[in-house]
Nanobody, 125 residues
């Protein structure tokens, strides 16, 4: 089994930055694509960013140019650097692990058999 634990969420002012971490245990992330999703109350969980095991990356249009996903296989950890945060970025953020290495499939929830418990991000003045 694979366990994922997100951290780094919190309250930040508009225009500010946060870095989320997803620490993985139980299995190495080397062969997995990793994704960050977010979910607001009453809304579906949507992909924010994903990175394949070879380092190919895709972003949702709403965060491209502001968010950066990265992975450190040696630390079995995935990161999401979030800059120029907006109130509409407020959500619970989840990390997931997927076996697919196809970028277009990494937008799909069903590709991720493993999920963390989430970390809350609030962007407000």
């Amino acid at each position: 089994q694979m366990q994922l634990v997100e951290s780094g969420g919190g309250l930040v002012q508009p225009g500010g930055s946060l870095t989320l971490s997803c620490a993985v245990s139980g299995r190495t992330i080397n062969g997995y694509s990793m994704g960050w999703f977010r979910q607001s109350p009453g809304k579906q969980r949507d992909m924010v960013a994903a990175i394949t095991s070879s380092g190919r990356i895709t972003y949702a249009d709403s965060v491209r140019g502001r968010f950066t996903i990265s992975r450190d296989n040696a630390k079995n950890t995935v990161y999401l650097q979030m800059d120029s945060l907006k109130p509409e970025d407020t959500a619970d953020y989840y990390c997931g692990a997927a076996l697919s290495q196809i970028l277009t499939r990494l937008y799909l929830l069903r590709e991720y058999p493993y999920w963390g418990q989430g970390t809350q991000v609030t962007v407000s003045s």
